[in-house]
């Protein structure tokens, strides 16, 4: 995925027309000195992203650190916690990000 950092939500075109309250969150609250970047909830921590827009995500799967292909993943997970659909911020958890290029 190719993700843009430290987008103000409040600025993104999606909301063009629409107020939005600056700087709020639905769930969480915003780490002190990283706004925008990080989120803290019930004691989990999340990086803030926001799409590029240019369809450029991927996937891909491991199972105890090797990847593995959509057959293994569909025998152990159910399809319907798989689906996504395009997002304009994603808030990715800590614990679930692998690497970072």
Do not use: C, Q
Not at 72 to 81: D, G, H, R, T
């Amino acid at each position: 995925m190719v993700i843009r950092l430290g987008v103000d939500y409040s600025k993104m075109k999606v909301n063009e027309g629409r107020e939005t309250e600056i700087g709020s969150l639905p769930w969480g609250k915003w780490v002190e000195g990283l706004e925008g970047y990080v989120i803290e909830h019930k004691g989990n921590y999340y990086l803030r992203v926001a799409s590029s827009y240019s369809n450029t995500t991927k996937s891909i799967y491991t199972l105890n650190g090797v990847e593995v292909g959509d057959e293994i993943v569909n025998e152990l997970v159910a399809p319907s916690k798989l689906a996504s659909k395009p997002s304009d911020v994603y808030n990715i958890k800590f614990s679930n990000i692998i690497s970072l290029n």
